[in-house]
Structure formats: C-alpha cells, structure tokens
C-alpha cells in the first residue's frame, strides 16, 4: 500500500517545473492540481477505499468454525435485514437514530446559546470561551467514566436532584444517560463552529435593523439565523455523522443492555467478539450505507438550498 | 536432473506435511524446538511481578530457552482480540497463552491450542473442577494455573452464623432491615458477571446449561427456573436492592465496604481491600467468608482462573511444554498464592500454612472450588454468553417470565449449537 504512494509523489517535481517555463497558463495549472492532488487520492484509497472494499467482499462470504466459508452472494445482508440477524439489527437501527435525532437537537440548542453568550464582548470573556470548550477537550472514555460514576444508584446526579432514578438499569433512564453524555461533550464542539459563523457577520446589520425597532428575537429569527445556516448545516452534519456510528459512549455507559445497542456496538460484537467476519462486514457495509444517504440526502437537499437562499439576501444588503 | 527434482519436491512436501501434522500430536513430542526465547502472551501484570517469578525460577536455570511475558492491555476482551487475530494469522508471535477459563474450548476446538502430554499435569493433584475447566472433548488441551471462586462475605459482626441455604439468607434479611443496609447483592449488569451469577443459581440448584462440550442445551430444566427464580424473586421481593441491576463487581463491593450491605456474593479480591483500614472500607474485621449458600445446603460457584495453552503456530512448543511442567508444579503455585495473590490450582497448595497465612479465605475458597462447576462450555462462548445475559437481564427486570426466558434462551442456545 505505501510503495504505491512513492511513484507517484516523486513526479510532482517535473510539472513544476514546466509550470515555471509555461508562466501558469490554465492548462498547465490544472495539470499541476493533478499532480498534487494525485498523492493524497492515492494516500486516501489506500486507507479509505481499500477497507471498505475489503469489507465489501468479505460481505459476501458465509462464516465458519475456523475462518471464512463459502460464497453467499446477499446472504448475510438478506439475514440482517429479514433473516435470524433482524432481531437485532432493526432494534440496533432505530435506537441508532433515536440518539441521532435526540442528541443533535439538544446539542444544536445549547451550542448555539453556548456560541452566543461566548460572541458578546464581556468582562471576563476569554475564561468563559474556554470553560466551555473544557468537555470536548476530555476524551469521550473518560467522559463516559465520569458520567458512570456521577449516574450511579448513589451518585451524585441521584443525590442532587432528590431521585431515586437507576440511570443505566432501565431503558429510558439509559438512553437519557447516553444522551446527557453526548450533549454534555459535544455542544461546546457545536458552540465552537457556531462561534466561528457568528463573528463573520457584521455589527452594522444589527445595527441597522435595531434602528428600524427590530426586537431582540426578530434580529435572532431574521439575521443571526439566515446568516448562520452555513455554519449551523456544517455543525449539524459533523455531528449527524458523528452519532450514527456513535460506539464509545453506550459501550462504557450501558454495554447496550436496556435497548442502547447502536449499529456499531452491533459491528464489534459480531467481529470481534463472534469473529463472524463475514456477517460483521455486512453489518458494517450496512451502516457505512445509511451514513453515507443520510450524509447525502441532507447535503443534497438542504446544502443546495444554502446557496439559493443566500445570494437573494445579499442583493437586500 | 528431473529425478533430483522430484527427490526434492518429494522432501519438500513432506516436511511441509510433517509441519502440519505436528498440530495434531501433543505438544512437546516431535522435533526440535527453534532457537530463542519462549513468549508468554499475558493480561497486564498489575502485580509486577511475574516475570521476576520466572527470572528467579526457570530463567536462570534455562538461559538458552528464556520466558518472556508479552504483556496485552488489562481489558480482557481486548486480550482475546490479541491472541484471536495471531491466531488467525496463524503467527508464531506468542508460544504461551494466558486464556481465560472460558476461552479455553474455542481455542482447543478451533485448533489453536495443542493438546498437553496428561501425564506431566497429574489429575489428582489438580482441584477437580479446576482440571474440568482445560478439558476439551476429552483432552487437556491447557494447563490449570490460577483460578478463582465466588464465595459469600457476611457481617459476623451481625450475622451470628453465615446462612447455608438461600432460605436461611433471606431470613437473615430482617438483621438488614433492621439496621437499614441491604441484604444480599452480587454481579448483575449485563455482561459476563451476569453469566457467571445465573450460573451459579442455576448450578447449585442442580440443573446445568449446556453439556457434552457446548453441544447439548439442558438449561430448560426444572432446576434451572429453580435458581434464576431465586434472583428473580430476590429482585420482586427485595432481597436484592434495586440498584444491583447495575452492579458490577466494583459498586457491590464499595456498598459492602460502607457497611450497606449485609451479604455479597464477591470473589477472593475484595477481602484484602475490606480489610485495608482507612476511610473506604468501614468493616475492618467485622466481616467473613463462608461458601455460597444453595437451595438446601451449600451452593456451587462458578470458576473463574486462567489456565496456560501453548499456540498450535508456535515454533517453541517443546520448551513450552516443559515451562509448563515447571510452572504448575507445587512450589511454584505457591509462589504464585503468595506473590500474585491468585487462587491456586492444586489441592495440596491449599494446605499450605504459608499460604493460609497470606489469604485467610483459603480454607474456605477450597471448600467452595471443590463443589464448583465450570462455566458453559462452548467453541461459540461469546455467543453462549451473550445469549445467556440477555435472557437473564430480561428475567431479573421482569421483562420476560422465567419460564419464558429459560425457554427462550434454549432456543437461542440450540442455534448457536447448531452453527458451522
């Protein structure tokens, strides 16, 4: 895999040369991107494409005792999808989305109260900026750790909140745990590149619409919002992506008992644990597949809809 | 020419069959041993000290034929990824391998283990159920190194004489009303604490799970429902706290320690660390340990321990073989009571006054491994346990009726049987 990349990175050095003589025209410069592009597509088959390939055709094998069996065309996606394998993937599936859809809503919410406080210019300002960021900065096992200890029976989040709740015992109370969790490490992350969208807008816009008696809420609705959607549609599908194969988490928190079994939880246990490989790859293809419509749908409809939106509104101004 | 050729290729296959074969033999018999160092795959020794044990002992008496510890991470699962991938590599990386009890039959049925010379580990000076635990379809396929036993830790501050049936216990449970603790507690999140809790309710109410290697499923039994119904009820009627379904071996022990809880079903580890004074543990001394209690007398816990296998890959299987002659001998598991604080293997080590004096539980820890019962067997044992936690973690929430789940769950385990 790495003797492919070397051919192909030593070359680069010819075209910039040509590049000199010719003095940049198109052509040439075009062919330069080539050139330069060509090591990192071959960099990124090698490490993306060739395992998913991989995983493709493994797929495509039927496991046994000691190793890989025969040939099974469909066979263990038609056994995920309807066969002996349904009864866990389609619970694993739903719950999957279930923690997409809860989590990166309440992580939307609070980074963008998170980004707007850290935007105002306040005494004091720079400590809270970099308070906030202090739980995307604790790697996701410790987080996990410490939600554990804080969620037990006699924890502290029984202790200060008056409850008698056994958070990983029973199937709610886990997926709020779960939830709670992943909210708490990833707003600050949301916050951030919301943070980075506020500060292109200019002052002069509120300005102006506070001299026309925009309120408080209508200058949030009519521009911070029109104007954020770029950054928002960016941070809202890092973390799509992110919580679809959300692992780490759930493993520590729950072990996926109480209905918290995601899709990639499921991965594992059939590789790792079963040594199906055959099976596992087709679990995983499976999920590399939904990931990769999800990511696709939401660009298609709502990134296309960024660049018609945007261009009226710069008219206006 | 041609016929060199042939005489060649001739010589070639068969030492490439000779090669082969050698898997199928025991360990130790056949050729020579390459030269170099035998590699010892391990969990992480916390202790620090197992790789002193060996340079003191075998290192310096085999200075051309030297054991090394390869250390793996402490996660078990993650050890068993380890030693699965060199496996299926078929790698010659690691000659000696540490397996959990439970790996032992994968790794024998999967042709990854070889099979021991019977005669270098005599069978009665092993404790029985420890010796069962290497056993694959009729051969020692491990050597017996360490195990482990659950036994039952009461306050004899408050209980005058620790229960020995389940009914003698949850009598006992009004002392813990009284002085407001809980009473009985033991390991049942799901995961392979599960396992080994619901096997020992079932075992010692006489039924079993699986039989004949993995390959029979018994677990739909009358004496089965018997003992999953003893932690069910415990769950409906309050014997066992609420907050146990989330308990691991950890948080059991911490409500122990903090005098909440009255009886703990817990493995040999926690008594040193309730009897460390300081201001984790608020039952120094006040506490025992008595076997587990069954239905109508002692119960049987179910082993835990590791035993040692050598890889079908390795290269060095001869001086293995001997290391572990030498390593499971008497004087050496008494070594390995001592210093590493591991339940030993051999009966006569257990009588031993040095030892007994570094573990005060040891008398009763032979007691109780001497009635245990090894955990399902099964080259599918992920499978098996898995099936197995979910089943039970249905039961004890009340998800599923007992009958239910045991049904269930022979169904689950007949398919798994079944599997190619």
């Known amino acids: ?317 | 020419m041609r016929r060199t050729a042939w005489a060649a290729a001739v010589v070639a296959v068969g030492v490439i069959a000779a090669g082969c074969s050698s898997g199928t033999k025991t360990a130790g018999s056949g050729g020579k041993d390459a030269a170099g160092t035998i590699m010892f795959a391990t969990g992480k020794d916390t202790s620090g000290k197992l790789q002193k044990l060996i340079d003191a002992g075998w290192n310096s008496k085999h200075p051309s034929q030297k054991v090394k510890l390869i250390e793996l991470p402490e996660d078990a699962e993650a050890q068993r990824s380890a030693m699965v991938q060199n496996a299926q590599a078929k790698s010659d990386r690691y000659d000696l391998l540490n397996l959990d009890v439970i790996w032992t039959s994968e790794f024998a049925g999967k042709k990854w283990a070889l099979p021991l010379n019977e005669a270098d580990f005599p069978k009665d000076q092993f404790l029985g159920p420890v010796y069962d635990t290497a056993i694959y379809n009729g051969k020692l396929y491990a050597a017996p190194w360490a195990s482990d036993g659950g036994m039952l830790y009461y306050r004899k501050d408050l209980v005058p004489a620790p229960p020995k049936t389940w009914a003698e216990m949850i009598k006992d449970c009004a002392i813990a009303k009284k002085n407001n603790m809980d009473c009985y507690a033991g390991q049942f999140k799901q995961y392979e604490g599960l396992t080994v809790n619901a096997s020992e309710a079932i075992n010692s109410a006489g039924g079993d799970i699986l039989k004949n290697d993995g390959k029979d499923v018994v677990v739909n039994s009358p004496e089965a429902k018997k003992g999953l119904q003893f932690l069910v009820d415990g769950f409906k009627q309050g014997y066992i706290p609420k907050a146990a379904i989330t308990y691991d071996e950890e948080p059991g022990r911490r409500s122990f320690q903090a005098g909440k809880l009255l009886f703990m079903r817990q493995w040999p580890y926690a008594y040193g660390l309730g009897n460390t004074a300081g201001p984790d543990s608020k039952i120094v001394g006040k506490f025992a340990v008595a076997p587990l209690p069954g239905p109508d007398g002692p119960g049987a816990t179910t082993l835990g321990g590791h035993n040692l296998a050598i890889s079908a890959f390795s290269k060095r299987p001869k001086g293995a073989a001997a290391f572990l002659k030498y390593w499971t001998s008497a004087e050496n598991e008494k070594q390995v009571a001592i210093q590493l604080s591991f339940a030993p293997v051999l009966a006569a080590t257990y009588d031993d006054p040095a030892v007994i004096k570094a573990a005060p539980y040891i008398p009763v820890l032979k007691e109780a491994i001497t009635k245990a019962k090894a955990r399902p067997k099964s080259v599918f044992y992920p499978d098996v346990t898995k099936a197995i936690e979910e089943n039970v973690y249905a039961a004890l929430q009340g998800k599923k009726t007992v009958d239910q789940a045991l049904s269930d769950l022979a169904k689950k385990l007949e398919e798994i049987a079944k599997q190619k």
């Open chain 1, 1 to 317: 895999m790495t003797s492919s990349t070397l051919p192909a990175t030593t070359p680069t050095r010819s075209p910039a040369r040509r590049l000199r003589r010719a003095g940049g025209s198109g052509r040439s410069e075009s062919r330069l991107a080539t050139w330069l592009i060509l090591p990192t597509a071959v960099f990124l088959l090698s490490v993306v494409g060739f395992p998913v390939v991989k995983a493709l055709y493994l797929s495509l094998f039927e496991d046994r005792f000691a190793g890989a069996g025969p040939f099974t065309g469909l066979g263990n996606y038609a056994k995920a999808l309807t066969g002996d394998g349904s009864a866990d993937f389609w619970p694993a599936f739903i719950v999957t989305n279930v923690f997409t859809g809860i989590s990166v809503t309440f992580e939307l919410a609070i980074g963008m109260m998170m980004a707007l406080i850290m935007n105002r210019a306040f005494k004091g300002r720079a400590l809270v900026r970099t308070s906030v960021l202090v739980p995307w900065a604790i790697p996701t096992a410790v987080t996990a750790k410490l939600w554990l200890w804080m969620m037990q029976p006699d924890g502290i989040v029984n202790a200060v909140t008056g409850q008698k709740i056994i958070w990983t015992g029973s199937e709610w109370p886990s997926k709020w745990a779960i939830i709670v969790a992943d909210t708490w490490k990833t707003a600050p992350f949301i916050a951030l590149l919301l943070l980075a969208g506020l500060q292109i807008i200019p002052g002069d816009v509120y300005e102006a619409a506070r001299v026309d008696g925009a309120t408080a809420w209508q200058r949030f609705t009519r521009i911070t919002l029109p104007l954020l959607k770029p950054a928002i549609l960016v941070a809202v599908l890092f973390r799509l992506l992110d919580v679809l194969r959300i692992y780490d988490l759930p493993a520590l928190l729950t072990r996926g008992s109480n209905d918290t079994k995601t899709l990639s939880m499921l991965v594992v246990e059939q590789v790792q644990g079963s040594t199906k490989y055959g099976y596992g790859s087709a679990l995983s293809t499976l999920t590399f597949l939904y990931i990769f419509v999800v990511a696709f749908a939401f660009v298609k409809l709502l990134g296309a809809n960024v660049v018609a939106t945007q261009a009226p509104k710069e008219v206006k101004k």
